[in-house]
């Protein structure tokens, strides 16, 4: 007769599933704070091909800075955009590091937290989005070709500056 895992032992596993899912959630809401606040990923700007964490990031930077503050200006004035204010996502973390401490460990309640947590990202990703849309359709032929050679020029400059990295060289300023 096979033993399946004690409960202790599943009760850890879920445990550390729930600790590595409220940390992903975590570091993806300060990440898309950053984003939201400053408008790229973080000081460095460097243009870098983004991972999935900081896809939007070189869509945004690339921007004339008008067009940056008009996509920005319409996110806030979406109502939307702001679907959860600060102390409510303060809230939810709390509630999640309530559930992480609880034993035994409630995987729905962590579950609804990080569904919560989720449909805010998805409302934020959504309006800007849309935002964007509207400002590289309301661009001329030329404008968005200006646009796709200051992106293009973003990734590439990432690119060198890796290269440079790997190599040991110092960085270009």
Do not use: C
């Not at 020029?153 to 690119?159: H, L, N």
């Amino acid at each position: 007769m096979t033993k399946g895992p004690s409960p202790r032992r599943g009760r850890l596993l879920q445990l550390a599933l729930g600790v590595s899912l409220a940390v992903n959630v975590m570091i993806l809401g300060a990440l898309g704070g950053a984003m939201w606040r400053h408008g790229g990923a973080g000081p460095r700007g460097d243009g870098d091909l983004p991972g999935l964490r900081s896809y939007a990031s070189p869509y945004v930077q690339a921007l004339p800075p008008e067009a940056r503050r008009s996509l920005h200006e319409t996110m806030r004035a979406s109502g939307k955009a702001h679907h959860l204010d600060r102390a409510k996502r303060r809230g939810l973390y709390e509630r999640m590091l309530t559930t992480l401490r609880a034993d035994p460990f409630d995987t729905e309640a962590a579950a609804a937290v990080l569904a919560a947590q989720g449909e805010a990202a998805a409302t934020v990703q959504e309006v800007a989005h849309s935002a964007w849309l509207a400002q590289i359709s309301a661009m001329d032929a030329a404008s968005r070709v200006a646009y796709a050679d200051k992106l293009q020029e973003r990734f590439e400059t990432g690119r060198q500056r890796k290269k440079d990295k790997r190599e040991g060289s110092p960085e270009r300023k």
